[in-house]
């Protein structure tokens, strides 16, 4: 069979940044370190007042056409995952390739269009479509864009406000890719959830601690799933797990269930058995808080032992590097993870070719999917020229009261005026609003 994947990735942050030890903690009166250390987050991405969810996916994606040398006639798909969308009917994918007619002679008129809805994991499902469209032969020697956009806003107040984000990853999808190929074993776990959803309201309705236990649940039965197509997952078959980070916490909750998995019945649980005892197995306890009891001690004294922590630090806190600098950016943050953990690669000098991937991906209402990618000989010259740890730097560094007002900004109730921070540069631009209230946007020089 074609091997299919991802060929290259571009990313692009909103431009303004928030610090939330520095600036959020100290107007919310929490201790900072609530949110380096507990949350580990240090910043949030948001757009400024002329960037959405179009102009960051078309911006992204334009840079990604133009590092690849592609014209609209090599695009035969523009999927867009978003569960930002401002509007019932007309996909975000029609205004993007809008915005890039603007600035290439030929038009996407062929392409196929559309728009992937299921909170953060449409962006793996939008990949998904596209390696499918090309594993069935339908492509015609054409690549798809995937674009995963979203403006991750959370009402003022709200426990998640500290976990917002912006930004854009636009993945250049193809036969033979550069990057990374995807396995066709994959495996699920769905389940009708209601810990977070926006039920034709902008802001989400969230279960915090709920969404957190809906996660790992999800995650742990997909896990299970990709077993059974894969084989027995071990501790160290794979280079780096990326996992979707609505903040780096939530992933080392998951790293730790995800380890305690991977190391039942094999010699590493021998190996610690001496220190912390052998995993509580259901049949020895008389009832299920027993045992959920040993669990939690378990848990505990695993996440303590030095052989956890390097598993940890060599697998896991890598694909953290971007996350913790811009914040839950939904359908893109699965995305964010696989390319931090191939920068750290890149920095260490290692020859990752041919090893894999552990990606799990996850959406609240729920579903979490997970699938094995190899990565191939041309990682390394893909990353060359993404510089986004560049843009993150370059970012404007917002104070409180200019947070709330970007806040008002982008809120669809409010869209109240504002000036913007930075001054736009070869990029596309919210240019205001149309007869039929759709948005117009232009490219600025
Ligand atoms: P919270 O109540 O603000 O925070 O809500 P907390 O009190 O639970 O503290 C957070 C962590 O910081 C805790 O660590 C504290 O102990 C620690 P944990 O016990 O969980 O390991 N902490 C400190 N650590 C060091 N020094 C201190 C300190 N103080 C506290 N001084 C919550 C946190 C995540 C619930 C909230 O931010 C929230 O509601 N977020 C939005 C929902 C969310 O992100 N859920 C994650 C799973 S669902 C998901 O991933 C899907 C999603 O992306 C949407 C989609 O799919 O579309 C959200």
Redesign the pocket.
Known sequence: MTAVGIDAVEIWTGKLALDLAETFAPRKGD?P??YT???GLYESSFPDAYEDIVTMGANAAYRLMERKDLEPEDVGRIDVAT?SAFDNSKPVSTYIAGCLEQVYDGDFHHANKGERKF???AGTQSLDDACNWIRAGRNRGRGALVIASDTAL?ARG???E??QGAGAVAMWVTEDPSLVTLSTEQGYGSADET??LKPNQQF?S?D??R??Q??LARMREALVDFESVAGKVGPDDYAYAPF?T??P??V??AALLAYRHTIRDTDVEDDLADEIGRQPRREDYEDEEAFDDAIRDYMDDLKEQPEYRAWYDAHIEPTLAISEHVG?W?TG?VHLARMAALYHAAEADRDLAGEELLVGS????AQAEIHAETVQDGWREELDDLAIFDRIDRRYDLTFEEYEQVHDRHNHEKQSELEPFTTPEDEFVFDGWGPMNERKYRYVE
Do not use: Q, W
């Not at 996850?362 to 209402?365: A, K, L, T």
């Open positions: 201790d370190e609530k250390k507990g949350l569960e909170a953060c994991i959370y709200d426990a998640g500290a976990t810990d977070f989400p969230v915090g601690k969404s957190i809906v996660y979707h609505p903040y916490g939530m080392r909750k839950n939904y943050s996850y959406g609240s209402g």
